[in-house]
T-cell receptor, first 115, second 114 residues
Framework: AQSVSQHNHHVILSEAASLELGCNYSYGGTVNLFWYVQYPGQHLQLLLKYFSGDPLVKGIKGFEAEFIKSKFSFNLRKPSVQWSDTAEYFCAVMSYGGSQGNLIFGKGTKLSVKP | KAGVTQTPRYLIKTRGQQVTLSCSPISGHRSVSWYQQTPGQGLQFLFEYFSETQRNKGNFPGRFSGRQFSNSRSEMNVSTLELGDSALYLC?????????????FGNGTRLTVT
């Protein structure tokens, strides 16, 4: 069965610090990968996605993620975080050709950015 | 364009009761999925509906059921509620089932079982 692991439960950073959130998945086949974000009081929304091609994908608000197939990883990065990045971040995987409605999510990482 | 609407926002029920949650997808979206979110387990897939048919089901007991109507609106039902069913239930819609259509989530229904 597919699974997704997010290494950090809660990350606390100061503004302007660099961010890297880890995500590893277990699945033997081709996958589509996603990062979703949930800002306080708001609904989950898509941050970025990887389907194929360039393993470095860019999303909204300066976020990017790198797919490393050999490591089954899809880590999220941002060079300089802002207070407004405080949110919970979820990594998700979908088997290639599978259904968008059947994503497997990680348990999430809470990011707190201190002003 | 209106987002995904879930009603009610909050529900308090007692053990043994049943509950029905409603989800109105974004206009034009034909796929609706349901997830259960809890602090311990995170987001867990419940089921997916497309064109009024259940296409996928997660690993939940038969007490959890759902349906989708011809206008793509969806409901999920939980019968014989247990304390462990307390969670945030999220509905998500997408244009179609393929990976190219991102999920759009609603704000959820917070169910508390006492």
């Amino acid at each position: 069965a597919q699974s997704v692991s997010q290494h950090n439960h809660h990350v606390i950073l100061s503004e302007a610090a660099s961010l890297e959130l880890g995500c590893n998945y277990s699945y033997g086949g081709t996958v589509n990968l996603f990062w979703y974000v949930q800002y306080p009081g708001q609904h989950l929304q898509l941050l970025l996605k990887y389907f194929s091609g360039d393993p470095l994908v860019k999303g909204i608000k300066g976020f990017e993620a790198e797919f490393i197939k050999s490591k089954f990883s899809f880590n999220l990065r941002k060079p300089s975080v802002q207070w407004s990045d405080t949110a919970e971040y979820f990594c998700a995987v979908m088997s290639y050709g599978g259904s968008q409605g059947n994503l497997i999510f990680g348990k999430g990482t809470k990011l707190s950015v201190k002003p | 364009k209106a987002g995904v609407t879930q009603t009610p926002r909050y529900l308090i029920k007692t053990r043994g009761q049943q509950v029905t949650l409603s989800c109105s997808p974004i206009s034009g979206h034909r796929s609706v999925s349901w997830y259960q979110q809890t602090p311990g387990q995170g987001l867990q897939f419940l089921f997916e509906y497309f064109s009024e048919t259940q296409r996928n089901k997660g690993n939940f007991p038969g007490r959890f059921s759902g349906r989708q109507f011809s206008n793509s609106r969806s409901e999920m039902n939980v019968s014989t509620l247990e304390l462990g069913d307390s969670a945030l239930y999220l509905c998500a819609s997408s244009l179609d089932r393929g990976g190219g259509s991102p999920l759009h989530f609603g704000n959820g229904t917070r169910l508390t079982v006492t």
